[in-house]
């Protein structure tokens, strides 16, 4: 046997295996376009970018960042991408000070995917900013969720959102919009809560109230309770629930669902809201909001509220209304319904939200957007355009959040200094 052939044969086999092209991840921003591409100072802007793996091997789930304008940043979740692939995101965001910007999209933006190129993760656009009216400084990201989305709500680390049109709900991540799981509820989800350890799902259509453990979105029990669903809050021990059935809210023991009382309102109940103590209820029909004491259910009182109240909150001291058909909100004095103030925001307003220092109000009709204002006067601060048809908001603690029913997405707003 000639061993030095042998030898010979196996090295050029060796290297010739050692140049052959391995399985590589490209991950490429190839587009990014803002709209307008010239805007005015304060305008909204809105821009998406397509990220596209040009490599052979699929990539993993990682993070992208948008830079509107240097020193801000924003990153979201990247789902993962075979080869080929490519995928299209959006956000939104507002410029004041004029001159000409460079907005900037990076994909990997946290250095978790090897890849084969990594000088390609960036690519800019150059805006044009023209003078206008300093508004709003903000970013916000869209991230997509199920079919319809309507109700939302944050249950201290993740956001939930029910898909109104498959009957189920999505979790996410707050920090980054990484979507954590999806959960078949009843049929028609809208409104959803939290207890502090589980999410509750009232049902429309089904009649029912599904509970749902937050931790790993396991069903732990689905209750009937009325026919039309239409509105759910949680009083630190039992779940209320509004049902244009009968026109009452019935009251659940959270523990083990027993139902402890239904209580008789205003024609057409929908939004609830538990101020520490009472149970509001804002009837559509009735153009009224119910007070309710929540140790008894025991009627308080019934205060005349606009054309159709639908959804309320607090800002610590006062009552806020929705009133949809007159494209305003309602300010209410909570020890005898006196109203304080009606201001006019964007057209069709639903859901509603306090921030702890700002109100914030989610206005269906187009042009779709979020209005802000300030609670001591109503003063208006700012509207933010997010996506189609934005049904419910919530605040995490430090962004706002919003469900855009047609547009089949959430948007995450982060404001800027």
């Avoid at 805007?39 to 509107?68: F, M, Y």
């Avoid at 801000?72 to 410029?95: D, I, K, N, Q």
């Avoid at 069903?219 to 244009?244: K, M, P, Q, Y």
């Avoid at 509603?352 to 003063?379: H, M, Y």
Wanted: glycine share 12%.
């Amino acid at each position: 046997m000639n061993i030095g052939k042998w030898a010979a044969l196996l090295l050029l086999v060796g290297v010739l295996a050692s140049c052959a092209p391995k399985s590589q991840i490209d991950l490429v921003v190839t587009d990014i376009k803002a709209r307008p591409s010239s805007p005015a100072v304060g305008e909204s802007v809105q821009v998406k970018v397509t990220i596209a793996n040009q490599g052979d091997e699929a990539s993993p789930a990682c993070h992208w960042q948008l830079r509107p304008y240097p020193g801000a940043e924003v990153e979201g979740a990247l789902p993962p991408l075979g080869p080929g692939e490519e995928v299209t995101v959006e956000g939104y965001f507002s410029l004041n000070e004029s001159g000409t910007v460079t907005t900037t999209a990076v994909a990997d933006s946290r250095n978790e995917v090897r890849e084969f190129n990594e000088e390609n993760n960036e690519l800019g656009e150059a805006l044009n900013v023209g003078e206008g009216s300093p508004g709003l400084s903000y970013v916000a990201l869209d991230f997509g969720v199920g079919d319809g989305p309507y109700g939302i709500c944050f249950d201290g680390e993740n956001i939930w959102v029910t898909n109104r049109e498959e009957n189920s709900v999505t979790k996410l991540r707050a920090s980054d919009g990484q979507v954590l799981g999806t959960y078949r509820v009843g049929n028609a989800p809208r409104y959803l809560c939290f207890d502090g350890e589980n999410i509750w799902v009232e049902n429309y259509e089904s009649g029912t109230v599904t509970k749902l453990r937050a931790s790993d979105g396991e069903v732990l029990a689905t209750f009937a309770v009325d026919a039309g669903l239409r509105g759910i809050c949680c009083d630190g021990e039992n779940i209320w629930l509004a049902s244009h059935g009968g026109n009452r809210v019935t009251k659940l023991r959270a523990s083990d669902g027993q139902v402890l009382g239904r209580f008789v309102v205003g024609e057409y109940p929908q939004g609830l809201f538990f101020d520490g103590e009472n149970i509001w209820v804002a009837n559509v029909g009735g153009k009224s909001i119910t007070k309710l004491r929540a140790s008894d259910g025991q009627l308080l009182a019934t205060f005349p509220a606009g054309q159709s109240p639908r959804q309320i909150c607090s800002d610590g001291e006062n009552i806020w209304v929705t009133d949809t058909d007159s494209d305003s909100v309602i300010k209410m004095r909570p020890s005898d319904g006196k109203i304080l103030g009606t201001f006019g925001v964007g057209d069709g307003p639903i859901g509603i939200c306090f921030d702890g220092e700002n109100i914030w109000v989610a206005n269906v009709a187009t042009p779709c957007g979020v209005t802000k204002l300030r609670p001591s006067d109503g003063q208006l601060l700012g509207t933010i355009t997010v996506g189609l048809y934005p049904r419910d908001i919530c605040f995490d603690g430090q962004n706002i959040w919003i469900a855009n029913y047609a547009g089949d997405t959430v948007t995450k707003i982060m404001l800027k200094d």
